[in-house]
T-cell receptor
Framework: AQKITQTQPGMFVQEKEAVTLDCTYD???????LFWYKQPSSGEMIFLIY??????QNATEGRYSLNFQKARKSANLVISASQLGDSAMYFC????????????????FGQGTILTVHP | EAGVAQSPRYKIIEKRQSVAFWCNPI?????LYWYQQILGQGPKLLIQ????????DSQLPKDRFSAERLKGVDSTLKIQPAKLEDSAVYLC????????????????FGEGSRLTVL
């Protein structure tokens, strides 16, 4: 069974500063994918970044980067140069590629971290 | 490209009543998911379809929840009878099957249907 843990219920950051949102995961599979989503107060889930378990380099997408430490089973999201519009709930999620032949493709989500950006 | 469409956006019902939510995935996406998101929590998968077949419904409370995806396109999620603890946002998501099988590819989410059970 897979499990995603986000230990920070809430985080605060000053505008233009960088912030790291923590995510640890637990899986016995060798092949898996890690995702980060943003959920503003309006409710839609916005995909931010993806990291495959076999990717050797950390993923980056604009101001978002994923600090992937496979041995520690962590996949922290780093947001650089925070903006007021970054204030939202952030979810870490994992997908196992080979999940015993069933349930493949589904994302399992963590509890989320609320990020507040102060001007 | 049109996104995932869901309706209604909001629904308020009394407990023991029934409700249905509709989802139209992105054109060509074979995989469709229904997630339940209770306030302050992460989304939890209720059911996953591959075309019109169910891949995973292990967390669907089958005594009251049902879902179908006729013709492998639109999907309907029904709750009957509703309980207070069913108050949540019901999120529909879709993904191209080939990317799901490969393990890559994000899910594309709709805006959700917010249910309040009184």
């Amino acid at each position: 069974a897979q499990k995603i843990t986000q230990t920070q219920p809430g985080m605060f950051v000053q505008e233009k500063e960088a912030v790291t949102l923590d995510c640890t995961y637990d899986t016995s599979d060798q092949s898996y994918g890690l995702f980060w989503y943003k959920q503003p107060s309006s409710g839609e889930m916005i995909f931010l970044i993806y990291q495959g378990s076999y990717d050797e380099q950390n993923a980056t997408e604009g101001r978002y980067s994923l600090n992937f430490q496979k041995a520690r089973k962590s996949a922290n999201l780093v947001i650089s140069a925070s903006q007021l519009g970054d204030s939202a709930m952030y979810f870490c999620a994992m997908r196992e590629v080979f999940a015993g032949g069933t349930s493949y493709g589904k994302l399992t989500f963590g509890q989320g971290t609320i990020l507040t950006v102060h001007p | 490209e049109a996104g995932v469409a869901q309706s209604p956006r909001y629904k308020i019902i009394e407990k023991r009543q029934s409700v249905a939510f509709w989802c139209n995935p992105i054109s060509g996406h074979a995989t469709l998911y229904w997630y339940q998101q209770i306030l302050g929590q992460g989304p939890k998968l209720l059911i996953q379809f591959q075309n019109n077949g169910v891949v995973d419904d292990s967390q669907l409370p089958k005594d009251r929840f049902s879902a179908e995806r006729l013709k492998g396109v639109d999907s309907t999620l029904k709750i009957q009878p509703a309980k207070l603890e069913d108050s949540a946002v019901y999120l529909c998501a879709s993904s191209p099957a080939r990317r799901v099988i490969a393990g890559v590819g994000e899910l594309f989410f709709g805006e959700g249907s917010r249910l309040t059970v009184l």
